[in-house]
């Protein structure tokens, strides 16, 4: 194992990352921006460096910076948590490059999975489901054809994107049109690239991703799967396992197709297959994208089997045998939920920033709060609006959805806007508490 | 009669959409925000001519700040 880890992102994960190295007995280092000097992710660090300015371009994203950080502190090796750099193929090179183990997907891998389209290729070609989609496409002209051949609705999408952004799913010609644009602008502006292609959208579809592990010696073990289909705007608001849209043989099929995608791309380290189920009761799925990362919703996969995700990460980073049994994986025990709490109004999901005046967690049995603010933090309006994930276990489902309602109305913020009420109504909401909600549940809330 | 439009959240102006002189509808995107990875657009609540827009590209508003002025 290392006996020192920078750790290249901020908030909770930065923390939560911090955290298992220092339970491994790893010196853990911490970087920041100004607006971070006196964050929580730094407080909790072993030693911390400056990067520079508040925006991410001047500072989490300055690779030249975050090396220079881990030279001066004779760092072995970057953990990249998500989001930032965890995804950036450049930056695993200079890593290794410059002599220190990197915590991730070989950049070969996250090249593969990085480019939407050619991921899809490579997908089908080793027997993974896809939907019907095109390739790129350099015009609105071109795009309209390519939607009218696939069947309206369909899913405008980055090529290079991630994160919801710039994705759009449309119904007819003048809206495609307009959505495909924006898509352009959008992917030009967050990933440097414009390219834009079209999926077939499923408008009655689950969220589901697995969870894989790729080990140091090649071997791909598949963790089990999540359900993610509480979004708004795209973005994934509460996740659960086990999905309760997921039949025992489903559930075979996808974790199969999951270790397939990743051992066609030489998978190392922690990564999700993320798919669409539909909701039908078909039991059809189809390949999105792979997260060549640690995934946001990585604790209720803890949860439920004990594993801590983050140390096998270390583990494979350093070529140390893994600390779970390959041949004797757990079987998922009990169910877990997690809750995103976002520095956001509960009705329209507008951010809001602001310092912190008020801040209690829940706590006690099956209760785990991952958090990246105190009580006296201010939440600025540089970075993500993710302030903790409260993840509740239960043996069963119902009672972790009541350990939930009780961990919510522990749970006190104030100052930033926040999105804890949203909870109180998700926790209640017929479709949720039934389990067969879909990835419409949001918009019909709103409606 | 003018109508103020103020900024709900701490945010950076991103996008400056219409200019003073314009006539925009009530629901037209005026400037387009952003705070915490998200844009969030600015609209116009009644129709009128924009008689200021009070921030330029890359300033940092505060809650309360006045945007524009449509008349």
Not at chain 1, 295 to 301: A, C, L, R
Request: net charge negative.
């Amino acid at each position: 194992m290392f006996e020192s880890v920078l750790v290249a992102n901020r908030g909770e994960i930065a923390v939560r990352v911090i955290r298992t190295c220092q339970r491994l007995g790893v010196k853990a280092v911490a970087v920041h921006s100004e607006a971070d000097a006196n964050a929580l992710h730094v407080r909790v660090a072993d030693e911390s460096v400056l990067l520079g300015p508040a925006p991410a371009a001047e500072s989490y994203l300055d690779i030249g910076r975050v090396l220079e950080a881990a030279q001066v502190t004779g760092a072995e090796a970057i953990h990249p948590g998500y989001g930032f750099l965890a995804e950036n193929a450049e930056f695993a090179r200079r890593v290794t490059d410059a002599g220190l183990a990197w915590v991730g997907a070989a950049p070969e891998a996250i090249e593969a999975m990085g480019d939407k389209v050619a991921a899809r290729a490579a997908m089908a070609a080793a027997g993974v489901p896809v939907a019907p989609g095109t390739e790129p496409l350099p015009d609105a002209d071109a795009a309209a054809g390519a939607a009218a051949r696939i069947g309206y609705p369909v899913m405008v999408k980055a090529a290079a994107g991630g994160g919801g952004i710039g994705m759009a799913a449309v119904d007819d010609e003048p809206a495609l049109r307009a959505a495909y644009e924006t898509a352009r602008t959008r992917a030009e502006r967050f990933f440097g690239s414009p390219a834009v292609f079209l999926e077939r959208y499923l408008p009655h579809a689950r969220h589901v991703e697995v969870q894989v592990l790729g080990l140091a010696d090649g071997r791909v073990l598949a963790l089990g799967e999540r359900d993610c289909s509480v979004q708004r705007r795209h973005q994934k608001v509460a996740e659960e396992t086990p999905s309760p849209g997921v039949t025992p043989q489903l559930r075979e099929q996808m974790l199969a197709a999951a270790r397939r995608a990743a051992e066609a791309v030489d998978y190392r380290g922690a990564g999700t297959v993320e798919c669409l189920v539909r909701a039908d009761g078909s039991g059809e799925f189809f390949f999105l994208e792979m997260n060549t990362r640690l995934q946001v919703e990585h604790p209720v996969t803890e949860l439920v089997t004990g594993i801590d995700l983050v140390e096998e990460q270390l583990r494979v980073a350093a070529g140390d045998p893994p600390a779970l049994d390959p041949d004797r994986l757990p079987d998922p025990r009990g169910h877990a939920i997690e809750l995103r709490i976002y520095a956001e109004d509960p009705k329209r999901f507008l951010p809001g920033p602001g310092t912190i005046t008020r801040w209690e967690e829940p706590s006690g049995d099956g209760i785990r709060v991952d958090a990246g603010y105190a009580a006296g933090d201010t939440v600025t309006p540089y970075y993500d609006p993710l302030l903790a994930k409260l993840c509740v276990w239960g043996p069963d489902r119902p009672a972790a959805l009541e350990r939930a309602r009780a961990a919510v109305a522990g749970f006190a913020v104030e100052g930033p806007k926040c999105n804890l009420p949203f909870f109180v109504e998700l926790l209640q909401q017929p479709e949720f508490v039934s389990g067969s909600y879909d990835t419409g549940l949001i918009e019909r809330m709103r409606r | 009669m003018a109508e103020e439009i103020r900024a709900e959240m701490v945010a950076n102006v991103w996008k400056i959409v219409a200019a003073k002189g314009d006539s925009v509808d009530d629901g037209d995107t005026l400037v387009i925000l952003e705070s915490m990875k998200m844009e969030i657009p600015v609209l116009a609540e009644s129709s009128g001519v924009v008689a200021e827009i009070a921030v330029d590209e890359g300033d940092v508003v505060q809650e309360g700040d006045l945007i524009a002025r449509v008349e």
